[in-house]
């Protein structure tokens, strides 16, 4: 599967909202489902690749890790405007990468996008890698909104 077979047509007003949003925003809801078949919706950060993905990286002792081990199909949805519109809700099968992606301190696009608040959270950004290492990499298998 690639993007062109999963995001709205990037020529629509709806595909290029779902695009704007994947590369802008600062956060996105999560949502896995617990050991008791509940949704548990988490605000994360996140980095899409511009390809069919986004990665995010947890703390190393979140339940979510276990939710996804289990549990791989997630959602993420970003907020809706204040009117109620602007609903893009991605459907996707999460997995850890720890293998595969580099720490949040070494990723330039998660440092472009997110260098000064990780140092905000933890006071350096060895110490925000030292919590937030496990990498999540969710592969975009559908999008709906609107």
């Known amino acids: 599967m690639t993007i062109a077979d999963v995001l709205p047509n990037p020529e629509s007003p709806f595909g290029r909202r779902v695009r704007e949003r994947l590369k802008d925003e600062q956060v996105v809801w999560l949502t896995t489902v617990g050991r008791d078949g509940a949704p548990q919706p988490n605000p994360v950060w996140f980095v899409w ?10 703390d190393h002792k979140a339940n979510r890790l276990a939710h996804i081990a ?3 199909e997630v959602s993420l949805h970003f907020n809706s405007a204040a009117s109620g519109g602007d609903v893009v809700i991605l459907k996707g099968l999460a997995e850890r990468a720890d293998d ?24 350096s950004l060895e110490a925000f890698s030292g919590t937030y290492n496990a990498p999540v990499r969710i592969r975009i298998t559908r999008v709906r909104g609107f």
Do not use: H, N
Not at 49 to 58: L, R
């Open 100 to 123: 595969d992606l580099p720490r949040p301190d070494e990723s330039p696009q998660y440092l472009a996008k997110y260098r000064d608040d990780m140092i905000k959270v933890t006071g």
């Open 70 to 72: 289990a549990r791989p």
């Open 49 to 58: 690749t511009g390809d069919d993905e986004v990665v995010v990286y947890s």
